[in-house]
């Protein structure tokens, strides 16, 4: 199996991307880290612990991170994910705590004592893995891949041309971005489009499976891809992780990428650059330095709909 660390916000769709992480068979989720984001950390952490609780694996570790961003202040999204950050459906507490030492600590750990490289997964302002990234270097020799939920080639969510991932913290994505390991950026473009239909939605929420049923309120939820004319919800961050369990349902191009730091209506926008290569740049005279990021331009929405269901449902994963 591929090892991960997935790092959220929990959050609705980190809920269902949790969910699906530790059922696919294709996947060893070996720690969670938690950010402020969607709601304050300690929030998060509870939803994270509860979450993993429902879907029987209470076993995989989960830390606490950074409390803000780097620079902004802390903004929120419960006007999407409730009042407790998930949805509101009355989850019970946790029975757990997270592990005694923070974030950064505990995915450095895991990382660098991985048997085979691991795939990051952030599904969430990125201000952890800056931190880890800045605070202990060397993990990079032993990251296969950072797949990050974030970014938006087209329209954003959070702002016209932002996404919220990389709105809230764009000083953490800029650090991410120049890592110097492999990126994919699963942007708003392919996130927006994979969506489980109602009667799928309707099925899983008659679920007497704690972990099944637990995926059928959360995509019943108006969460951030939620259809408004009927059931059918949104898989979200789930199909971050969707692509890295079968690749093969996300095309991605290899472009350079640049997060806008600069004060204004633009702030948080990933800038990523289309044109036809080699060439235009040099044209004008551009200095080509820009990380290089696989972004995700197009996605199979139905055969992501159906592993999820499968591995949530618990069939055989195709
Ligand atoms: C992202 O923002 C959050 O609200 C979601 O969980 C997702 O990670 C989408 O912009
Ligand atoms: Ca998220």
Redesign the pocket.
Known sequence: ATPVIID??T????ALALLFAVRHPGLELRAVGCVA??TDVDQVVRNTLTVLEQAGAPEIPVARGAERPLIEPLRT?HH??GRDGMGDLGLPAPRRRPVGVDAVTLLRREILASPRPVTLIP??PLTNIALLLRTHPEVTRNIERIVF??GAVATG??TAVA???VWHDPEAAAVLLTAGVPITMYG?DV?RRVIVPADDVRRLRESAEPGANLAGRLLAHR??VTSEKDASGGL??AGAVCSVADPAGLTTHRLPVEVNLAPGPARGQTVVDRRPRPGEAELHGEAREQPLVDVALDIDPDRYVKLYLATVEGATAS
């Open positions: 959220c916000d959050g609705v769709d980190d984001g969607n999204a999407v994910h599904t969430a939920m974030g969510n959070a996404e919220f991932n708003l996130f969460g951030p979200g961050d």
